[in-house]
Protein backbone atom coordinates (compact mmCIF):
# COMPACT_ATOMS: atom_id res chain seq x y z
CA UNK A 1 0.00 0.00 0.00
CA UNK A 2 2.20 2.82 -1.05
CA UNK A 3 1.71 6.55 -0.11
CA UNK A 4 -0.92 7.98 -2.73
CA UNK A 5 -2.80 4.64 -3.08
CA UNK A 6 -6.02 5.61 -0.95
CA UNK A 7 -7.87 5.74 -3.84
CA UNK A 8 -7.26 1.91 -4.13
CA UNK A 9 -8.19 0.87 -1.08
CA UNK A 10 -10.20 -2.26 -1.45
CA UNK A 11 -10.70 -5.85 0.25
CA UNK A 12 -9.43 -7.12 -3.29
CA UNK A 13 -6.52 -5.60 -4.00
CA UNK A 14 -5.63 -6.03 0.07
CA UNK A 15 -5.85 -9.89 -0.64
CA UNK A 16 -4.14 -9.70 -3.54
CA UNK A 17 -0.66 -8.27 -1.92
CA UNK A 18 -0.96 -11.02 0.87
CA UNK A 19 -1.20 -13.57 -2.36
CA UNK A 20 1.66 -11.81 -3.64
CA UNK A 21 3.38 -12.06 -0.78
CA UNK A 22 3.28 -15.66 0.35
CA UNK A 23 5.65 -15.86 -2.97
CA UNK A 24 7.91 -13.78 -0.82
CA UNK A 25 7.73 -15.76 2.57
CA UNK A 26 8.13 -19.07 1.01
CA UNK A 27 10.88 -18.23 -1.25
CA UNK A 28 12.80 -17.04 2.05
CA UNK A 29 11.54 -20.28 4.08
CA UNK A 30 13.19 -22.51 1.01
CA UNK A 31 16.36 -20.28 1.59
CA UNK A 32 16.20 -21.03 5.17
CA UNK A 33 15.97 -24.18 5.39
CA UNK A 34 19.20 -24.98 3.76
CA UNK A 35 21.04 -23.97 7.05
CA UNK A 36 20.20 -26.47 10.04
CA UNK A 37 18.69 -24.46 13.36
CA UNK A 38 22.22 -23.37 13.89
CA UNK A 39 20.96 -22.64 18.04
CA UNK A 40 24.34 -21.03 18.97
CA UNK A 41 23.46 -18.23 16.62
CA UNK A 42 20.70 -17.34 18.84
CA UNK A 43 22.22 -18.05 21.86
CA UNK A 44 25.63 -17.01 21.94
CA UNK A 45 26.98 -14.09 24.04
CA UNK A 46 29.85 -12.20 22.45
CA UNK A 47 32.82 -11.63 24.45
CA UNK A 48 32.59 -9.03 26.97
CA UNK A 49 35.37 -6.85 24.86
CA UNK A 50 33.03 -7.03 22.22
CA UNK A 51 31.08 -4.28 24.22
CA UNK A 52 28.13 -6.21 22.53
CA UNK A 53 25.31 -7.74 24.96
CA UNK A 54 22.68 -10.34 23.82
CA UNK A 55 23.28 -12.80 20.76
CA UNK A 56 24.70 -12.47 17.73
CA UNK A 57 21.70 -12.99 15.78
CA UNK A 58 19.99 -9.77 17.81
CA UNK A 59 23.26 -8.02 16.76
CA UNK A 60 23.09 -8.78 13.60
CA UNK A 61 19.27 -8.16 13.31
CA UNK A 62 19.48 -5.03 15.31
CA UNK A 63 22.46 -3.30 13.13
CA UNK A 64 20.44 -4.52 9.95
CA UNK A 65 17.49 -2.68 11.33
CA UNK A 66 19.03 0.39 12.47
CA UNK A 67 21.35 0.98 8.71
CA UNK A 68 17.49 0.59 7.06
CA UNK A 69 15.89 3.21 9.38
CA UNK A 70 18.71 5.32 7.75
CA UNK A 71 17.32 4.90 4.51
CA UNK A 72 13.79 5.69 5.24
CA UNK A 73 12.44 1.71 5.96
CA UNK A 74 10.08 2.75 8.76
CA UNK A 75 8.86 5.47 7.16
CA UNK A 76 6.81 3.20 5.42
CA UNK A 77 3.48 2.21 7.21
CA UNK A 78 3.85 -1.28 5.99
CA UNK A 79 6.90 -2.08 8.21
CA UNK A 80 7.05 -2.25 11.39
CA UNK A 81 10.75 -2.67 13.32
CA UNK A 82 11.60 -5.29 15.73
CA UNK A 83 13.71 -3.25 17.62
CA UNK A 84 11.79 0.14 18.23
CA UNK A 85 14.10 1.47 20.88
CA UNK A 86 17.34 0.83 18.60
CA UNK A 87 16.82 2.69 15.26
CA UNK A 88 18.19 6.12 13.35
CA UNK A 89 16.39 8.91 11.97
CA UNK A 90 15.95 8.56 8.73
CA UNK A 91 18.37 10.58 6.22
CA UNK A 92 15.71 10.46 3.56
CA UNK A 93 12.54 13.19 4.05
CA UNK A 94 9.27 11.75 4.68
CA UNK A 95 6.91 12.04 1.67
CA UNK A 96 3.91 14.23 2.05
CA UNK A 97 0.86 12.08 1.65
CA UNK A 98 -2.79 11.19 3.03
CA UNK A 99 -2.16 8.38 5.57
CA UNK A 100 -4.07 5.58 4.80
CA UNK A 101 -4.74 4.43 8.42
CA UNK A 102 -5.82 5.73 11.56
CA UNK A 103 -2.52 6.95 13.70
CA UNK A 104 -3.51 5.18 16.17
CA UNK A 105 -1.90 1.73 13.65
CA UNK A 106 1.72 3.08 14.94
CA UNK A 107 0.85 1.45 18.17
CA UNK A 108 0.18 -2.16 17.02
CA UNK A 109 3.44 -3.84 16.88
CA UNK A 110 3.43 -7.83 17.62
CA UNK A 111 6.71 -8.22 16.22
CA UNK A 112 7.65 -9.70 20.11
CA UNK A 113 5.38 -12.25 19.62
CA UNK A 114 6.16 -12.99 15.71
CA UNK A 115 10.17 -13.15 17.07
CA UNK A 116 9.43 -15.53 20.40
CA UNK A 117 7.43 -17.99 17.83
CA UNK A 118 9.84 -18.03 14.83
CA UNK A 119 12.65 -18.62 17.38
CA UNK A 120 10.94 -21.39 19.78
CA UNK A 121 8.61 -22.73 17.72
CA UNK A 122 8.90 -22.19 14.46
CA UNK A 123 12.84 -23.27 13.50
CA UNK A 124 12.21 -26.12 15.11
CA UNK A 125 9.53 -27.49 13.01
CA UNK A 126 10.96 -26.36 9.80
CA UNK A 127 14.55 -27.20 10.07
CA UNK A 128 16.93 -29.77 10.81
CA UNK A 129 18.61 -29.95 14.25
CA UNK A 130 22.01 -31.19 12.56
CA UNK A 131 25.14 -30.03 14.31
CA UNK A 132 25.61 -25.95 14.33
CA UNK A 133 26.97 -25.41 10.96
CA UNK A 134 28.96 -21.96 11.53
CA UNK A 135 27.21 -20.20 8.79
CA UNK A 136 25.88 -17.76 11.21
CA UNK A 137 26.38 -14.51 8.61
CA UNK A 138 24.39 -16.34 6.26
CA UNK A 139 21.92 -18.29 8.21
CA UNK A 140 20.57 -14.74 10.14
CA UNK A 141 20.81 -12.67 6.67
CA UNK A 142 18.25 -15.63 5.32
CA UNK A 143 16.13 -14.97 9.28
CA UNK A 144 16.35 -11.60 8.75
CA UNK A 145 14.88 -11.42 5.12
CA UNK A 146 11.82 -14.18 6.09
CA UNK A 147 11.19 -12.27 9.75
CA UNK A 148 10.65 -9.03 7.82
CA UNK A 149 7.89 -10.98 5.55
CA UNK A 150 6.29 -12.29 8.08
CA UNK A 151 5.60 -9.21 10.06
CA UNK A 152 4.86 -7.49 6.58
CA UNK A 153 2.48 -10.02 5.61
CA UNK A 154 0.80 -9.85 9.61
CA UNK A 155 1.16 -6.59 10.36
CA UNK A 156 -0.76 -5.66 6.67
CA UNK A 157 -3.85 -6.83 8.96
CA UNK A 158 -3.92 -3.04 9.64
CA UNK A 159 -5.22 -2.33 6.46
CA UNK A 160 -7.48 -4.90 5.85
CA UNK A 161 -8.87 -3.96 8.85
CA UNK A 162 -9.14 -0.34 7.57
CA UNK A 163 -10.78 -1.46 4.44
CA UNK A 164 -13.45 -3.44 5.92
CA UNK A 165 -13.97 -0.83 8.69
CA UNK A 166 -14.74 1.50 5.60
CA UNK A 167 -16.74 -0.81 3.92
CA UNK A 168 -19.18 -1.89 6.93
CA UNK A 169 -18.75 1.21 9.09
CA UNK A 170 -21.87 0.90 10.69
CA UNK A 171 -21.36 -3.17 11.64
CA UNK A 172 -18.16 -2.36 13.08
CA UNK A 173 -18.80 0.88 15.14
CA UNK A 174 -20.41 -0.18 17.93
CA UNK A 175 -18.33 -3.61 18.77
CA UNK A 176 -15.61 -0.72 18.55
CA UNK A 177 -17.17 1.55 21.22
CA UNK A 178 -18.16 -1.62 23.43
CA UNK A 179 -14.41 -2.76 23.04
CA UNK A 180 -15.60 -6.40 22.10
CA UNK A 181 -12.69 -7.86 20.73
CA UNK A 182 -14.71 -11.30 20.31
CA UNK A 183 -17.90 -9.75 17.78
CA UNK A 184 -14.65 -7.79 16.18
CA UNK A 185 -12.95 -11.28 15.95
CA UNK A 186 -16.15 -13.34 14.65
CA UNK A 187 -17.23 -10.23 12.44
CA UNK A 188 -13.77 -10.02 10.28
CA UNK A 189 -13.05 -14.00 9.86
CA UNK A 190 -14.24 -15.11 6.51
CA UNK A 191 -13.26 -18.98 6.73
CA UNK A 192 -13.73 -19.76 3.51
CA UNK A 193 -11.28 -17.33 2.84
CA UNK A 194 -8.80 -18.86 5.19
CA UNK A 195 -9.42 -22.70 3.89
CA UNK A 196 -8.20 -20.92 0.19
CA UNK A 197 -5.03 -19.43 1.58
CA UNK A 198 -4.22 -23.04 3.31
CA UNK A 199 -4.64 -24.82 0.26
CA UNK A 200 -3.04 -22.38 -1.80
CA UNK A 201 -0.11 -21.86 0.12
CA UNK A 202 0.54 -25.19 0.09
CA UNK A 203 0.45 -26.01 -3.33
CA UNK A 204 2.63 -22.83 -4.28
CA UNK A 205 5.33 -24.51 -1.81
CA UNK A 206 5.02 -27.50 -3.79
CA UNK A 207 5.58 -25.62 -7.23
CA UNK A 208 8.18 -24.01 -5.85
CA UNK A 209 10.04 -26.09 -4.40
CA UNK A 210 10.28 -28.55 -7.00
CA UNK A 211 13.59 -29.67 -8.37
CA UNK A 212 13.94 -28.21 -11.83
CA UNK A 213 15.64 -30.72 -14.25
CA UNK A 214 16.24 -31.36 -17.91
CA UNK A 215 15.05 -34.92 -17.77
CA UNK A 216 11.67 -35.71 -18.09
CA UNK A 217 11.76 -39.25 -17.59
CA UNK A 218 12.64 -38.65 -13.84
CA UNK A 219 10.10 -39.63 -11.46
CA UNK A 220 8.96 -36.86 -9.29
CA UNK A 221 11.21 -36.19 -6.15
CA UNK A 222 10.78 -35.24 -2.55
CA UNK A 223 10.53 -31.24 -2.87
CA UNK A 224 12.83 -28.67 -0.74
CA UNK A 225 9.96 -27.98 1.73
CA UNK A 226 7.16 -29.80 3.12
CA UNK A 227 3.71 -28.00 1.54
CA UNK A 228 1.85 -29.79 4.52
CA UNK A 229 4.28 -27.06 7.38
CA UNK A 230 3.47 -24.27 4.90
CA UNK A 231 0.44 -24.80 5.06
CA UNK A 232 0.23 -25.33 8.99
CA UNK A 233 2.65 -22.14 9.34
CA UNK A 234 -0.20 -20.21 7.70
CA UNK A 235 -3.18 -22.05 10.15
CA UNK A 236 -1.38 -21.58 13.37
CA UNK A 237 0.20 -18.51 13.15
CA UNK A 238 0.47 -16.30 10.08
CA UNK A 239 -3.34 -15.95 9.62
CA UNK A 240 -4.45 -16.03 13.65
CA UNK A 241 -1.53 -13.04 13.93
CA UNK A 242 -3.20 -11.23 11.21
CA UNK A 243 -6.09 -11.45 13.20
CA UNK A 244 -5.20 -10.07 16.17
CA UNK A 245 -3.89 -7.12 14.74
CA UNK A 246 -6.53 -6.14 12.76
CA UNK A 247 -8.65 -6.51 16.25
CA UNK A 248 -6.15 -4.66 18.01
CA UNK A 249 -6.31 -1.94 15.00
CA UNK A 250 -9.82 -2.13 15.08
CA UNK A 251 -10.44 -1.19 18.86
CA UNK A 252 -8.31 2.35 18.19
CA UNK A 253 -9.90 3.13 15.32
CA UNK A 254 -12.25 5.22 16.79
CA UNK A 255 -9.41 6.99 19.44
O1 LIG B 1 -8.91 -11.68 3.72
C1 LIG B 1 -9.35 -11.27 4.80
O2 LIG B 1 -10.51 -10.89 4.95
C2 LIG B 1 -8.47 -11.24 5.97
O3 LIG B 1 -8.86 -10.71 7.00
C3 LIG B 1 -7.14 -11.89 5.91
C4 LIG B 1 -7.18 -13.30 6.48
C5 LIG B 1 -5.75 -13.86 6.35
O4 LIG B 1 -4.96 -13.67 7.29
O5 LIG B 1 -5.43 -14.39 5.28
C6 LIG B 1 -7.58 -13.22 7.91
C7 LIG B 1 -8.87 -13.39 8.29
C8 LIG B 1 -9.94 -13.88 7.41
O6 LIG B 1 -10.67 -14.85 8.06
C9 LIG B 1 -9.40 -14.35 6.13
C10 LIG B 1 -8.13 -14.14 5.73
Excluded at 52 to 63: A, D, H, P
Excluded at 205 to 223: R, Y
Aim: hydrophobic share 40%; charged share 25%.
Amino acid sequence: MACGDDGKLSLDSIRDSLIRQEDTIIFNLIERIKFPINPSLYKQQLPSSSNISGSLFQYLFQETESLQSKVGRYLSPEENPFFPDNLSDSIIPLTKCTPVLHPAAASVNVNEKILDIYINQMLPLFCTEADDDANFATTAACDIQLLQALSRRIHYGKFVAEVKFRDSTDEYKPFILAQDKDALMKLLTFEAVEEMVKKRVAKKAKVFGQEVTLNDSIEEVKGKIDPLLVSRLYDEWVMPLTKFVEVEYLLRRLD
